[in-house]
């Protein structure tokens, strides 16, 4: 499968979750065995070889594919989650998004110093939740080699928020 044939597995929800956004709703291709299997082949590929030590994974979406790569590149799988949803010790951030704003937290055990990060999420639109995790990140002490996106939303310019880091996404949008 070609980007072309996984951006036609994603539906498009008007007005969702607030009156004028664009939903990108990945669910129509999760559902898909083959989208699914490729994607995860894909991803497997380009980050094998790599050294990845952990792989973080942005609530809740972005918990499918880092999931799948930690296992497949035997590495630990680190979830960042909204604030209250992890019981230990956190480290929070704030941060904007395109409609409103919200924190996330991880452990603060999550990640050693200098440990080898990727980050995965499911969307890259403004970039604020990418930016607040590469923050989090940080100030645990890991090194991040790279972020990883299913779908970019180039028009909202949140790869400049990225600046700096090797930065993929399988699906662009205008």
């Not at 070609?2 to 969702?16: K, Q």
């Not at 994607?39 to 990845?52: A, C, F, M, P």
């Not at 480290?91 to 395109?98: G, N, Q, T």
């Not at 080898?116 to 939740?129: E, N, Q, S």
């Amino acid at each position: 499968m070609t980007a072309l044939d996984y951006r036609s597995l994603i539906r498009e929800v008007p007005d969702f979750p607030k009156p004028g956004i664009l939903f990108y709703d990945i669910t129509t291709l999760l559902k898909n065995s083959t989208a699914m299997r490729n994607l995860s082949d894909e991803l497997t590929e380009r980050y094998q070889g790599r050294r990845v030590e952990k792989v973080v994974g942005i609530e809740s979406r972005g918990f499918i594919f880092a999931g799948i790569l930690a296992a497949r590149l035997g590495a630990g799988f680190v979830p960042v989650r909204k604030p209250g949803k992890l019981p230990a010790d956190c480290y929070e951030v704030k941060y904007s998004l395109e409609y409103g704003a919200n924190s996330l937290a991880v452990h603060r055990d999550a990640i050693g110093m200098g440990e080898r990060v990727l980050i995965i999420d499911d969307l890259l639109a403004t970039g604020g939740t990418a930016g607040a995790t590469v923050n989090l990140v940080r100030q645990l002490g890991g090194e991040i080699i790279g972020l990883d996106f299913l779908v970019e939303l180039k028009s909202l310019n949140g790869r400049e928020k990225l600046a700096g880091y090797d930065v993929h996404s399988t699906i662009m949008y205008p």
